[in-house]
C-alpha cells in the first residue's frame, strides 16, 4: 500500500487553488467488493453505454491477474481504471497489461486524477515485471505517460484502428527487442 499511498500524497501536492479550497482529499487505491456499484455507476455514465461495464464486470470474475484501482474522495469513488492481462500471438512468454477502461466522474475531469489512476496502474505492472503496456486511446493524452503508437515495436491491434491510437508503453528495458505481433487481450474483449 506503500506505492498507492504515495501517489495519493503526491495528487494532493499537486492539487490546484480550487481543490484546495474545497477541501478535496483523494486518495488512490485498490478496488474492494464494496466499490462494484459505484464503479458501474461512474461507467455507465462516462461510456453513456453498459458494454465497458459488462467488460469490466467478466474481467472480474475471469482474471485473477486484472489490476483494478479505484480514486476516492470523502469515502465517494471518483475515479476507476483496469489492466488486464494480454500476449502477443507469436511470442505468448512476453507479459503486456492491457489498460481498458478508465473512467473519471464528469465534474471532476482535467484535475489529475486520470493521471494518479495511470501512474499509479503503470507502477505496479512495472513491479509485477510487465514488459509492456498497450492501450487503444486518445493520442493527445496518452503520450504524457511515455505511450508511442505500437507499430513503432512493430506491435499491432487486433482491430483496425487508426496507428496513432493504438500504443504501448515499455515497461522493462529491452523487453521487446527483437519482438514483434499482434496483440491478444483477455477473451473478455472478444464481446466488445
Known amino acids: 500500500m ?38 458501474a455507476s461512474l461507467t455507465q455514465a462516462a461510456f453513456n453505454n453498459d458494454t465497458e461495464v459488462q467488460l469490466i464486470n467478466t474481467l472480474r ?3 485473477a491477474e486484472c489490476i483494478s484501482l479505484v480514486a476516492e474522495q470523502h469515502g465517494r469513488v471518483i475515479g476507476h481504471i483496469l489492466f488486464s492481462p494480454a500476449t502477443l500471438d507469436n511470442e505468448t512468454n512476453t507479459k503486456l497489461m492491457a489498460l481498458a ?10 484535475q489529475g486524477i486520470g493521471s494518479a489512476l495511470v501512474r499509479a496502474g503503470l507502477e505496479l505492472c512495472r513491479q509485477q515485471g510487465i514488459a509492456a503496456v498497450v492501450v487503444l486511446g486518445h493520442p493527445a493524452y ?6 508511442v503508437p505500437a507499430s513503432t515495436f512493430n506491435i499491432s491491434s487486433t482491430w483496425q484502428v487508426p ?29 466488445l
Request: aromatic residues 10%; contains cysteine.
Open 2 to 39: 506503500t506505492l498507492l499511498h504515495n501517489i495519493s500524497r503526491t495528487l494532493q501536492r499537486r492539487r490546484n487553488s480550487t481543490w484546495h479550497a474545497l477541501g478535496y482529499d483523494t486518495t488512490v487505491r485498490f478496488e474492494t467488493p464494496a466499490d462494484i456499484k459505484a464503479i
Open 61 to 63: 470474475q475471469q482474471c
Open 101 to 110: 477502461p478508465m473512467a473519471v466522474s464528469s465534474v471532476l475531469q482535467q
Open 142 to 147: 496518452y503520450p504524457r505517460f511515455g505511450f
Open 163 to 191: 496507428d496513432n491510437t493504438f500504443m504501448l508503453l515499455p515497461l522493462q528495458p529491452q523487453a521487446l527487442h527483437k519482438i514483434n505481433g499482434q496483440v491478444v487481450y483477455h477473451p473478455a474483449f472478444s464481446a
